[in-house]
T-cell receptor
Framework: DVKVTQSSRYLVKRTGEKVFLECVQDMDHENMFWYRQDPGLGLRLIYF???????EKGDIPEGYSVSREKKERFSLILESASTNQTSMYLC?????????????FGSGTRLTVV | KQEVTQIPAALSVPEGENLVLNCSFT??????LQWFRQDPGKGLTSLLLIQSSQREQTSGRLNASLDKSSGRSTLYIAASQPGDSATYLCAVRASNYQLIWGAGTKLIIKP
């Protein structure tokens, strides 16, 4: 089975800190995604990447950046954390061309910015 | 624009009952539809994936159907158990890179 591993389950950071959320997948998937999930707002796409060093903005990229230096790893960066970035962050991966394989999600990182 | 709706938003049933969760979408041009389960405070677990050419998929007590022409999918859970309590999300793959999400159905199975 594909595994998507997020490095931290819980994080507490201070306002203004630079925060790195790491995600690693082990099945050679081309696509990787970062979502945030908030009560009443559902899942919202922050950024995705369809190849190494490639990235595309999702629906809510403001305040975030990403890095994909290796195929298996996709990092989400909060350049200067703010309290409104307190949320559950979910990483996912998928294959590009096949509709026979769905998305696989990590366990999530609950980030609290104080 | 593709929209995905899940009804009901919440459902509470006694243990042992069979139940159906609904997911509807507005555009039949989809790659596939995927059902997920989410436990409180945790990530998403994929339950079933139905390709656009398929009508249904089964896994244990779960059966998901897809009717593209009417824009509907159902998730049938047989002989429900308290461990089935969770939020169930459906998502339509609208392109290589895009999932369109429903808001979820929160299911509570009462012992």
């Amino acid at each position: 089975d594909v595994k998507v591993t997020q490095s931290s389950r819980y994080l507490v950071k201070r306002t203004g800190e630079k925060v790195f959320l790491e995600c690693v997948q082990d099945m050679d998937h081309e696509n990787m995604f970062w979502y945030r999930q908030d009560p009443g707002l559902g899942l919202r796409l922050i950024y995705f990447s369809y190849d190494v060093k490639m990235k595309e903005k999702g629906d809510i990229p403001e305040g975030y950046s990403v890095s994909r230096e290796k195929k298996e790893r996709f990092s989400l960066i909060l350049e200067s954390a703010s309290t409104n970035q307190t949320s559950m962050y979910l990483c996912a991966s998928s294959l590009t061309s096949l509709n026979t394989v769905g998305y696989t999600f990590g366990s999530g990182t609950r980030l609290t910015v104080v | 624009k593709q929209e995905v709706t899940q009804i009901p938003a919440a459902l509470s049933v006694p243990e042992g009952e069979n139940l159906v969760l609904n997911c509807s979408f507005t555009d039949s041009a989809i790659y596939n539809l995927q059902w997920f389960r989410q436990d409180p405070g945790k990530g998403l677990t994929s339950l079933l994936l139905i390709q656009s050419s398929q009508r249904e998929q089964t896994s244990g007590r779960l059966n998901a159907s897809l009717d593209k022409s009417s824009g509907r999918s159902t998730l049938y859970i047989a002989a429900s158990q308290p461990g089935d309590s969770a939020t169930y999300l459906c998502a339509v793959r609208a392109s290589n890179y895009q999932l369109i999400w429903g808001a979820g159905t929160k299911l509570i199975i009462k012992p």
